[in-house]
């Protein structure tokens, strides 16, 4: 297996930066939905600060993942089968960039302006208080994280659907 990526394959740097953000992102998102169903406790506490420290290395993973993107070749796509195929896939992949970025930044800035102190592992900041703008980048987080779910599921279907009806395991690109 290559370190980077080749032309028709995405090499371990890519393959680790994929599989690492999936495994963060299926514990990060029911871990969101659940802990804001629990009644104020220091369970709930705890499990907000765990949300926090994925969150925030979610984040630089993302961000660090964009910088190796741009600076290294990405594999070709596969020959389409339609008319725009290999389009939607950049779309999807791009979206889901933003998606994640947004999430994570709107969950930072909402936090921010709730007056708390972040821990950015290398720095800790705080940010003045205003209710207003951390109930809207609230309202962000949770939107874009619905949004995610469904490019998520898009991404999920377009491997089945590569598959089943065109006969092409994809994934062995990514695995
Ligand atoms: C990709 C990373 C993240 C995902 C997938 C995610 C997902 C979620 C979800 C699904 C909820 C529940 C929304 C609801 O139904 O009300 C939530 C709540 C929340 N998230 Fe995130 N989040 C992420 C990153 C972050 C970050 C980086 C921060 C802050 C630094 C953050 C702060 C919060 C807070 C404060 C809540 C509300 C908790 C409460 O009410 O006690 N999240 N998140
Ligand atoms: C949290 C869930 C997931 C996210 C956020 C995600 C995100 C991404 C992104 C951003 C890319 C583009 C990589 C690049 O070139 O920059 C990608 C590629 C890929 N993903 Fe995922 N992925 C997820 C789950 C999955 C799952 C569950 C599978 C397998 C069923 C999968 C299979 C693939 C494959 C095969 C590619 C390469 C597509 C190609 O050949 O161009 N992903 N994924």
Redesign the pocket.
């Known amino acids: 297996m290559y370190f980077n990526n080749s032309i028709t394959q ?1 090499g371990l740097v ?1 393959k680790l930066f ?1 599989w690492i ?2 495994i963060i ?2 514990i990060q998102i029911p871990l969101g939905f659940y802990l804001v169903r629990l009644d104020f406790s220091d369970t709930r506490i705890t499990l907000e600060e765990y949300h926090v420290i994925f969150g925030i290395i979610i984040f630089y993973l993302t961000i660090i993942r964009l910088f190796y ?1 741009l600076l290294s070749k ?2 070709k ?1 596969l020959n389409s089968s339609f008319i725009g195929q290999n389009l939607i ?1 950049k779309l999807n ?1 791009f979206a ?2 933003v998606a ?1 970025l947004t999430i994570t930044s709107s969950g930072i800035l909402k936090k921010l302006y709730n007056g708390e102190t972040l821990n950015f592992f290398l720095f800790k900041f705080k940010y003045k208080m205003n209710f207003d703008l951390a109930d809207k980048f609230y309202d962000l987080h949770i939107i874009s994280n619905y949004a995610l779910i469904v490019l ?1 599921s898009l ?2 279907f377009a ?1 089945l659907f590569h598959k089943i009806f065109l006969k092409e395991n ?2 062995k ?2 695995t």
Do not use: C, E, G, T
Request: net charge positive; proline share 4%; aromatic share 16%.
């Open positions: 995405y890519a994929h953000s999936f992102l299926v993107k990405s594999p796509f896939a992949h889901l960039y994640i998520i991404h999920i491997v994809i994934l690109r990514m």
